[in-house]
C-alpha cells in the first residue's frame, strides 16, 4: 500500500524568506502526487500535481514542485513567503481512486 | 462549473445523540465521493468513499455510517455519537479521470460534549 510521509509538522520561515515544505512517499510505481493547502477551517485546495512529463511542476499562488524519483520525494517550494502563506499543506499521492495524504505541515510566518 | 456543498458548516452534539452530514455536488456526473475525518492536530482519515449511487466502501470501521441516495449526495450518519466522532469532516469529489485530483466542500465541524 502506498504512504506519505511529510517529516516537518511545524515550519516558521520570516516573509520574503524561501520556504521548502518536504514530501516523501513510498508506493512501487510511479504515483500521481498532489499538493493541497488548508486555511483554518477551510477546506483543502489544490496547488498543484504531477502525474508525467516534466519533473518541475508550477502551481498556483507562487508554488512549485520537483518531483524525484531516486528520493521518493516531491518537495514543494517557494522563493519568497507572503503572510498569506501561513496555512497547512498537505502532500498526497493518487493511486486509482485513492487519495493518500500525508499528516501536514503548519506553516508559520514571521513578520 | 463544478462546486461541492457541505452543511451544517458547524455541530454541536450531545454523546448519544445522532448525526447526519450532507454533502452535494453540482455540475458533473457520476463523481466518486469521499469522506474524510480530521482529528484535532492529526492528518485526513479517508472515512467512506463511492463510486456510484448505492456504492459504499468503508476504509475504518467505527461508528459511523455513510449512504449515496443519489448520484450527487453523499451522507455521513451516526446513531449514537461517541466523544471521539468529534472533529471536522470533509468531503471531496473525483471525476472519472484516473489521474484527476480531489476536490474538497467547505468541512463541517462537529463538537460532541
Known amino acids: 500500500a502506498q504512504s506519505v510521509t511529510q517529516p516537518d509538522i511545524h515550519i516558521t520561515v520570516s516573509e520574503g524568506a524561501s520556504l521548502e515544505l518536504r514530501c516523501n512517499y513510498s508506493?512501487?510505481?510511479?504515483?500521481?502526487l498532489f499538493w493541497y493547502v488548508q486555511s483554518p477551517g477551510q477546506g483543502l485546495q489544490l496547488l498543484l500535481k504531477?502525474?508525467?512529463?516534466?519533473?518541475l511542476v508550477q502551481g498556483i499562488k507562487g508554488f512549485e514542485a520537483e518531483f524525484k524519483r531516486s528520493q521518493s520525494s516531491f518537495n514543494l517550494r517557494k522563493p519568497s513567503v507572503h503572510w498569506s502563506d501561513a496555512a497547512e499543506y498537505f502532500c498526497?499521492?493518487?493511486?486509482?481512486?485513492?487519495?493518500?495524504f500525508g499528516g501536514g505541515t503548519r506553516l508559520m510566518v514571521k513578520p | 462549473s463544478q462546486t461541492i456543498h457541505q452543511w451544517p458548516a458547524t455541530l454541536v452534539q450531545p454523546v448519544g445523540s445522532p448525526l447526519s452530514l450532507e454533502c452535494t455536488v453540482e455540475?458533473?456526473?457520476?463523481?466518486?465521493l469521499y469522506w474524510y475525518r480530521q482529528a484535532a492536530g492529526r492528518g485526513l482519515q479517508l472515512l467512506f468513499y463511492?463510486?456510484?449511487?448505492?456504492?459504499i466502501s468503508s476504509e475504518v470501521p467505527q461508528n459511523l455510517s455513510a449512504s449515496r441516495p443519489q448520484d450527487r449526495q453523499f451522507i455521513l450518519s451516526s446513531k449514537k455519537l461517541l466523544l471521539s466522532d468529534s472533529g471536522f469532516y470533509l468531503c471531496?469529489?473525483?471525476?472519472?479521470?484516473?489521474?484527476?485530483?480531489?476536490?474538497f466542500g467547505e468541512g463541517s465541524r462537529l463538537t460532541v460534549l
Open positions: 471531496a469529489w473525483k471525476g472519472l479521470v484516473v489521474t484527476g485530483e480531489l476536490f
Open positions: 508506493y512501487g510505481a510511479t504515483p500521481y
Open positions: 504531477y502525474f508525467s512529463g516534466d519533473t
Open positions: 498526497a499521492v493518487g493511486v486509482g481512486n485513492m487519495l493518500t
Open positions: 455540475g458533473t456526473s457520476n463523481p466518486n
Open positions: 463511492s463510486v456510484g449511487i448505492g456504492q
